[in-house]
């Protein structure tokens, strides 16, 4: 039986806006995970005096929610600032499609999620964090959580590949019980070090696989 989706929302996934990778990003993010359906990215390019977002586009890989719910989000979001840009809900975002279906709704947060990650990833790397908490390991992983574990499309953290985290005096180390001669080691490597390394305090991030 067909999901009763709104005009709306067959126009923004027939027609995304701002849809496709942006190269050299002032910022970008990923949520979601392939293996429970949806996934977004998002980039950002953000003016550095007025911090307004002058462009921002996305990749979805996910149903028809999925990307109309990632074409409404660069929609409201472009032109922002980034204070203005971290405001965006996700009722905000159903509401300018004309409603999703109640088992839809989550695309809706995703999407906001991916937004404000990415903001937040602009922030640390450019020292906009009004907040600086020290870093501990509890934190590390709560962003491995965002990484990838692409032999089986969950993070790193559900798949249990992580034996340990250290952190100390700016020094971030994290040991994988991985292969270092697997194919997917240096995206794992790089997308960590992506994710920790604008970290307001972490000066230097060691990934190392033991198997």
Known sequence: MALPYSELVMEHFRNP????????PDAKAIEGSPACGDMVAVYLRVDEESHRIDDIKFESYGC????ATGSIITELAKGKTI?????????????????????????????????????????ERHGLVAEEIPTDAVEVRRRLKRVMNPE?????????VV????????????VLSLSEDSQFA??????????IEPIWDVDEVIVEFEE
């Open 152 to 160: 089986v499309g969950l993070d790193l953290i559900r798949t249990r």
């Open 83 to 123: 204070e203005e840009a971290k405001t965006i809900s996700w009722e905000q975002a159903t509401q300018a499609l004309g409603g999703l279906p109640p088992v839809k709704v989550h695309c809706s947060v995703l999407a906001v999620d991916g937004l404000r990650a990415a903001i937040q990833n602009y922030e």
């Open 17 to 24: 806006r701002n849809v496709g990778r942006m190269e050299e």
């Open 163 to 174: 034996s340990d985290v250290e952190v100390s005096e700016g020094v971030v180390r994290v």
């Open 186 to 195: 240096n995206n794992i490597r790089e997308e960590i070090i992506e994710k």
């Open 64 to 67: 028809a929610s999925n990307i």
